[in-house]
Protein backbone atom coordinates (compact mmCIF):
# COMPACT_ATOMS: atom_id res chain seq x y z
CA UNK A 1 0.00 0.00 0.00
CA UNK A 2 0.93 3.78 -0.37
CA UNK A 3 2.22 5.34 2.90
CA UNK A 4 3.49 9.24 4.00
CA UNK A 5 4.97 9.37 7.34
CA UNK A 6 5.30 12.50 9.37
CA UNK A 7 5.55 13.00 13.18
CA UNK A 8 2.37 13.87 15.05
CA UNK A 9 3.66 16.82 16.92
CA UNK A 10 7.11 19.03 17.18
CA UNK A 11 7.23 21.69 19.54
CA UNK A 12 10.10 24.27 18.92
CA UNK A 13 11.14 27.72 20.08
CA UNK A 14 10.61 31.53 18.91
CA UNK A 15 13.70 32.40 16.63
CA UNK A 16 15.02 29.23 16.09
CA UNK A 17 15.18 26.40 13.39
CA UNK A 18 12.88 23.17 12.81
CA UNK A 19 13.39 20.45 10.76
CA UNK A 20 10.36 18.44 10.06
CA UNK A 21 10.57 15.24 7.91
CA UNK A 22 8.42 13.36 5.64
CA UNK A 23 8.84 9.49 4.54
CA UNK A 24 7.02 8.27 1.52
CA UNK A 25 6.44 4.98 0.14
CA UNK A 26 3.83 5.46 -3.14
CA UNK A 27 3.45 3.71 -6.38
CA UNK A 28 5.82 6.16 -8.67
CA UNK A 29 6.30 9.30 -7.77
CA UNK A 30 5.80 12.72 -9.81
CA UNK A 31 6.44 15.48 -6.78
CA UNK A 32 6.48 16.07 -3.51
CA UNK A 33 4.53 18.35 -1.73
CA UNK A 34 4.24 20.62 1.27
CA UNK A 35 1.05 22.42 2.41
CA UNK A 36 0.22 24.52 6.03
CA UNK A 37 -2.74 24.01 7.97
CA UNK A 38 -3.64 26.68 10.26
CA UNK A 39 -6.12 25.53 12.91
CA UNK A 40 -9.53 25.90 11.50
CA UNK A 41 -8.06 26.90 7.71
CA UNK A 42 -7.49 25.85 4.50
CA UNK A 43 -4.28 24.34 4.23
CA UNK A 44 -2.15 26.63 1.75
CA UNK A 45 0.80 25.29 -0.84
CA UNK A 46 4.07 25.85 0.58
CA UNK A 47 6.39 24.29 -1.63
CA UNK A 48 7.48 20.98 -4.73
CA UNK A 49 10.07 18.97 -5.24
CA UNK A 50 10.35 16.96 -8.18
CA UNK A 51 14.30 16.32 -8.37
CA UNK A 52 17.07 15.94 -5.03
CA UNK A 53 18.14 18.57 -3.48
CA UNK A 54 17.15 21.78 -1.66
CA UNK A 55 14.68 24.66 -2.89
CA UNK A 56 14.92 27.56 -0.62
CA UNK A 57 12.08 30.15 -0.41
CA UNK A 58 12.80 32.60 2.36
CA UNK A 59 12.00 30.87 5.72
CA UNK A 60 11.08 28.16 4.20
CA UNK A 61 13.17 25.19 2.35
CA UNK A 62 12.58 22.36 1.32
CA UNK A 63 14.35 19.05 0.26
CA UNK A 64 14.07 15.86 -1.21
CA UNK A 65 15.88 12.84 -1.87
CA UNK A 66 14.06 10.33 -4.12
CA UNK A 67 16.16 7.09 -3.50
CA UNK A 68 15.78 7.19 0.26
CA UNK A 69 11.76 8.04 -0.09
CA UNK A 70 12.75 11.15 1.95
CA UNK A 71 11.99 14.96 2.28
CA UNK A 72 12.18 17.36 4.63
CA UNK A 73 10.77 21.03 5.02
CA UNK A 74 13.45 23.01 7.12
CA UNK A 75 11.40 26.62 8.77
CA UNK A 76 14.08 29.29 9.91
CA UNK A 77 13.94 32.15 12.19
CA UNK A 78 10.33 30.35 13.61
CA UNK A 79 7.99 33.22 14.38
CA UNK A 80 4.60 32.59 16.67
CA UNK A 81 2.50 32.72 13.29
CA UNK A 82 4.28 29.77 12.15
CA UNK A 83 2.26 27.78 14.34
CA UNK A 84 0.25 25.22 12.10
CA UNK A 85 0.03 22.00 11.17
CA UNK A 86 2.16 21.06 8.17
CA UNK A 87 1.55 18.53 5.16
CA UNK A 88 3.73 16.86 3.34
CA UNK A 89 1.95 14.90 -0.39
CA UNK A 90 3.24 12.68 -2.67
CA UNK A 91 2.11 13.08 -6.23
CA UNK A 92 2.09 8.90 -7.41
CA UNK A 93 2.19 7.75 -10.73
CA UNK A 94 -1.62 7.53 -11.72
CA UNK A 95 -1.20 11.84 -10.69
CA UNK A 96 -3.55 11.23 -7.07
CA UNK A 97 -2.06 13.35 -4.22
CA UNK A 98 -0.89 10.83 -1.33
CA UNK A 99 -1.53 12.93 1.81
CA UNK A 100 0.66 12.77 5.21
CA UNK A 101 -1.46 13.13 8.50
CA UNK A 102 0.32 16.40 8.95
CA UNK A 103 2.87 17.20 11.85
CA UNK A 104 1.29 19.99 14.36
CA UNK A 105 3.90 22.58 14.90
CA UNK A 106 3.76 24.37 18.29
CA UNK A 107 6.51 27.52 18.68
CA UNK A 108 6.81 28.97 22.37
CA UNK A 109 7.78 32.61 22.95
CA UNK B 1 -15.30 36.55 -4.94
CA UNK B 2 -11.49 36.02 -5.55
CA UNK B 3 -10.05 31.56 -4.91
CA UNK B 4 -12.28 29.04 -3.88
CA UNK B 5 -15.26 29.54 -1.85
CA UNK B 6 -17.50 27.35 -0.23
CA UNK B 7 -21.11 27.59 1.27
CA UNK B 8 -21.96 26.10 3.93
CA UNK B 9 -19.38 26.99 6.22
CA UNK B 10 -21.45 24.55 8.99
CA UNK B 11 -23.49 22.05 8.53
CA UNK B 12 -25.53 20.16 11.13
CA UNK B 13 -27.68 17.16 9.25
CA UNK B 14 -29.78 13.80 11.02
CA UNK B 15 -29.19 10.85 9.45
CA UNK B 16 -32.42 10.72 6.88
CA UNK B 17 -32.05 14.46 5.67
CA UNK B 18 -30.60 15.23 1.82
CA UNK B 19 -28.31 17.98 1.64
CA UNK B 20 -25.83 19.59 -0.70
CA UNK B 21 -22.23 21.33 -0.54
CA UNK B 22 -21.00 23.95 -3.08
CA UNK B 23 -17.84 24.99 -4.24
CA UNK B 24 -16.91 27.16 -6.84
CA UNK B 25 -13.39 28.74 -7.93
CA UNK B 26 -13.12 31.84 -9.48
CA UNK B 27 -9.19 30.68 -10.74
CA UNK B 28 -9.54 29.60 -14.04
CA UNK B 29 -8.85 26.26 -13.53
CA UNK B 30 -9.67 23.44 -15.22
CA UNK B 31 -9.50 20.45 -12.69
CA UNK B 32 -11.74 20.55 -8.78
CA UNK B 33 -11.62 18.09 -6.34
CA UNK B 34 -13.50 16.68 -3.05
CA UNK B 35 -11.75 15.97 0.51
CA UNK B 36 -12.56 14.72 3.71
CA UNK B 37 -10.44 15.84 6.36
CA UNK B 38 -10.89 13.82 9.91
CA UNK B 39 -9.19 14.54 13.18
CA UNK B 40 -5.59 13.31 13.41
CA UNK B 41 -5.85 11.18 9.71
CA UNK B 42 -4.98 12.72 6.29
CA UNK B 43 -6.96 13.97 3.89
CA UNK B 44 -8.60 11.26 1.67
CA UNK B 45 -9.23 12.44 -1.57
CA UNK B 46 -12.45 11.92 -2.63
CA UNK B 47 -13.63 12.81 -6.57
CA UNK B 48 -11.61 14.67 -9.16
CA UNK B 49 -12.94 16.69 -11.95
CA UNK B 50 -10.98 17.39 -15.13
CA UNK B 51 -12.38 19.84 -17.38
CA UNK B 52 -15.94 18.99 -15.98
CA UNK B 53 -15.19 15.09 -16.32
CA UNK B 54 -14.67 12.70 -13.34
CA UNK B 55 -11.38 11.24 -13.97
CA UNK B 56 -10.66 9.44 -10.36
CA UNK B 57 -13.18 6.30 -9.05
CA UNK B 58 -12.17 6.10 -5.23
CA UNK B 59 -14.25 4.15 -3.15
CA UNK B 60 -16.49 6.24 -1.73
CA UNK B 61 -20.46 5.39 -0.70
CA UNK B 62 -22.84 6.16 -2.92
CA UNK B 63 -24.55 8.26 -0.16
CA UNK B 64 -22.13 11.16 -1.69
CA UNK B 65 -23.18 12.16 -4.92
CA UNK B 66 -20.86 14.81 -6.91
CA UNK B 67 -21.88 16.67 -9.76
CA UNK B 68 -19.57 19.58 -11.74
CA UNK B 69 -21.93 21.64 -14.34
CA UNK B 70 -19.43 23.98 -15.38
CA UNK B 71 -15.52 23.93 -14.75
CA UNK B 72 -16.34 26.40 -11.87
CA UNK B 73 -18.58 25.12 -9.94
CA UNK B 74 -18.62 21.67 -7.80
CA UNK B 75 -21.33 19.98 -5.78
CA UNK B 76 -21.08 17.21 -3.29
CA UNK B 77 -24.99 15.96 -2.79
CA UNK B 78 -25.49 14.25 0.43
CA UNK B 79 -27.95 11.71 1.46
CA UNK B 80 -28.55 9.20 4.07
CA UNK B 81 -25.09 9.86 5.65
CA UNK B 82 -24.09 8.74 9.05
CA UNK B 83 -22.24 9.77 12.00
CA UNK B 84 -18.55 8.70 11.47
CA UNK B 85 -19.48 10.80 7.93
CA UNK B 86 -18.55 13.64 10.19
CA UNK B 87 -15.75 15.87 9.04
CA UNK B 88 -14.15 18.46 7.11
CA UNK B 89 -14.62 18.53 3.83
CA UNK B 90 -12.62 20.26 1.70
CA UNK B 91 -13.18 21.56 -1.83
CA UNK B 92 -10.04 22.34 -4.28
CA UNK B 93 -8.64 23.46 -7.80
CA UNK B 94 -5.74 22.90 -9.90
CA UNK B 95 -5.05 24.36 -12.89
CA UNK B 96 -4.91 20.76 -14.49
CA UNK B 97 -4.99 17.79 -13.41
CA UNK B 98 -1.98 15.31 -13.41
CA UNK B 99 0.24 18.32 -13.93
CA UNK B 100 2.65 17.97 -11.65
CA UNK B 101 3.80 20.77 -10.40
CA UNK B 102 0.23 22.44 -10.39
CA UNK B 103 -0.27 23.19 -6.61
CA UNK B 104 -3.94 22.66 -5.48
CA UNK B 105 -5.55 26.00 -4.18
CA UNK B 106 -8.19 25.06 -1.23
CA UNK B 107 -11.45 26.77 0.19
CA UNK B 108 -12.26 26.77 3.50
CA UNK B 109 -13.83 23.94 3.83
CA UNK B 110 -17.75 22.67 5.02
CA UNK B 111 -17.72 21.32 8.94
CA UNK B 112 -20.63 18.98 9.01
CA UNK B 113 -21.89 17.32 11.56
CA UNK B 114 -24.39 14.34 11.63
CA UNK B 115 -26.79 13.67 14.02
Known amino acids: GQNIDQPTEMTATEGAIVQINCTYQTSGFNGLFWYQQHAGEAPTFLSY??LDGLEEKGRFSSFLSRSKGYSYLLLKELQMKDSASYLC??????????WGAGTKLIIKP | ETGVTQTPRHLVMGMTNKKSLKCEQHLGHNAMYWYKQSAKKPLELMFVYSLEERVENNSVPSRFSPECPNSSHLFLHLHTLQPEDSALYLCASSQDWGGGADEQYFGPGTRLTVT
Open chain 1, 89 to 98: AVEDSNYQLI
Open chain 1, 49 to 50: NV
